[in-house]
């Protein structure tokens, strides 16, 4: 049973370009969430997408979009990148609607870099 | 805005001590709080509580919540070197696969 996979491990960016990150779920899952893990800091919610839509958004400004496929994968994409944007992005699927309460799945992560 | 604040920040011990972690939150329509284990890459789930005062479980680790109070703690008995790692509080509203996660506190084990 393939878990959540992630796409490339690590990338190496310059400010200003734009980067496009991969994710296939769970096997099973219908949803996916991407989070940014900065250096020494907890995840942080950038959006969710069920359904190929948007469905919740946290605090990140629109250079940061999406997009699910028909198969539930998911790409991340980031536009005119800053220093700051340098973090691990994690990607994490669950099945919406669930009342297992199973929990969310987590990929290994894009390691990112801005130089 | 969901809130979570774990204590301490870092903590150094031995081989054979007890450790216990402490997570706080403030979250709008509670669904659970989770644990995780974090060693550079993914965050490995420990532990989800739902309910007050059930303890969970698993060999040297245990957690539990308090509802009232808005605050988890998990325990590690009988420390050992690879439990060194980042652990993560996160809590999840009612819409779940948005968490909100802590900073962690970063557990190291010495021999």
């Known amino acids: 049973d393939a878990g959540v996979t992630q796409s490339p491990t690590h990338l190496i960016k310059t400010r200003g370009q734009q980067v496009t990150l991969r994710c296939s779920p769970k096997s099973g899952h219908d949803t996916v969430s991407w989070y940014q893990q900065a250096l020494g800091q907890g995840p942080q919610f950038i959006f969710q997408y069920y359904e190929e839509e948007e469905r919740q958004r946290g605090n990140f400004p629109d250079r940061f979009s999406g997009h699910q496929f028909p198969n539930y994968s998911s790409e991340l994409n980031v536009n005119a990148l800053l220093l700051g944007d340098s973090a691990l992005y994690l990607c994490?699927?669950?099945?919406?609607?669930?009342?297992?309460?199973?929990?969310?799945?987590f990929g290994d992560g894009t390691r990112l870099s801005i130089l | 805005e969901d809130k979570v604040v774990q204590s301490p920040l870092s903590l150094v011990v031995h081989e054979g001590d007890t450790v216990t972690l402490n997570c706080s939150y403030e979250?709008?329509?509670?669904?659970?709080l989770l644990w995780y284990k974090q060693e550079k890459k993914a965050p490995t789930f420990l532990f989800m509580l739902?309910?007050?005062?059930i303890e969970k479980k698993s060999g040297r680790l245990s957690s539990i919540l308090d509802k009232k109070e808005l605050f988890s703690i998990l325990n590690i008995t009988a420390t050992q070197t690879g439990d060194s790692a980042v652990y993560l509080c996160?809590?999840?509203?009612?819409?779940?696969?948005?968490?909100?996660f802590g900073d962690g506190t970063t557990l190291t084990v010495k021999p």
């Open positions: 996160a809590v999840e509203n009612t819409n779940a696969g948005k968490s909100t």
């Open positions: 994490a699927s669950s099945l919406m609607g669930d009342y297992s309460n199973q929990p969310q799945h």
């Open positions: 979250v709008t329509n509670f669904r659970s």
């Open positions: 739902t309910s007050s005062g």
